[in-house]
């Protein structure tokens, strides 16, 4: 007889991908727009270092204040240093290891060095294997 049973292993997470399609493009007090730096047909998405904050390809010199509200439309990925995918939520709230409000708004400040400079602590990304609604 065949069994699945979990086993825990210990993986190196690096990274954390986030994905959303912003829900108020063209929209007067729209940060997004076709000149958004990661934003490819409609979606945003950027993978950061979960210890230094810096986002892999942001331009230089490219600055991005985010308060968006993206409810349960969201996507987010915990990656190993090689961008495989350890675990995921997808198409739900904001998670606790990421900058929110009521989970509900996400919130990213970019500064003009491509880093995530309010991300909250590495030690966070827990929340992706917490099992808890978000």
Known sequence: MKLKIMK???VNAAK???QFSPRYMGE???VFNENTPMLVNGVFSIVYDIESGVIDGWPKDECLEIHEKVCDGGSYY???KDGNELSSIIENYVPDCVNNEYGDYLIISIDCHGVYSDMRP???VSCFFNGEEY
């Open 8 to 10: 825990e292993v210990e």
């Open 16 to 18: 954390v991908r986030i």
């Open 28 to 30: 007067d007090d729209c």
């Open 78 to 80: 915990l990656l190993d």
């Open 122 to 124: 590495a030690s966070t």
